[in-house]
């Protein structure tokens, strides 16, 4: 898995601190408008255009074409789940190669079809992934991904 090398203003720590922050904004109805007719008219939802557009704006700040990012994903697939009372969150990885300078189009639909994939495989647990992927990873870092991408559009 790639390592996303996001410019920082101090060093990492030597262990990981689990310290993050997060980034919290509205989009203006008008804009939102348009993000989702684009979406509709590409074939894709709202959450891939968004994330294309963010996969984007990382490679412009890292120049990695190949980009990871973890998302949670809710899922309540085994029927003796239906009834159940509670949350329940996986996270999904997609990892997209954004390389060859395509146009926005070409990676939104390179980030449908991973997003589209990753759905298809929504039910493999987070933990087991982790554990797969954990014997090459270093301490400093999450063994899978740098950034966590989430797109809440339901009401207050």
């Known amino acids: 898995m790639p390592t996303l090398e996001l ?6 720590p030597s262990r990981q601190s689990h310290r993050g922050d997060r980034e919290i904004f ?7 408008n348009q993000l989702r007719h684009l979406s509709q008219r590409e074939g894709a939802t709202l959450f891939m255009t968004l994330l294309a557009a963010f ?3 990382l ?18 697939k085994p029927a003796e789940l239906e009834p159940l009372i509670g949350l329940f969150v996986n996270t999904l ?9 395509p ?13 589209l994939m990753a ?10 992934l982790v554990e797969e992927f954990q014997r090459h990873h270093e301490t400093r870092r999450h063994p899978l991904f740098q950034v966590f991408f989430q797109l809440q559009n339901t009401p207050a």
């Open 55 to 57: 996969k984007i704006l």
């Open 93 to 101: 990885v997609l990892r997209t190669d954004i390389s060859g300078n």
């Open 59 to 76: 490679y412009h700040y890292t120049l990695q074409a190949d980009v990871v990012v973890g998302t949670p994903i809710a899922s309540r």
């Open 26 to 32: 509205q989009v203006e109805a008008r804009v939102s």
């Open 119 to 128: 759905y298809t495989r929504q039910d493999m647990p987070f933990a087991k």
């Open 7 to 12: 410019p920082t203003v101090r060093p990492r």
């Open 103 to 115: 146009s926005f189009r070409e990676r939104l639909g390179r980030v449908k079809n991973v997003a």
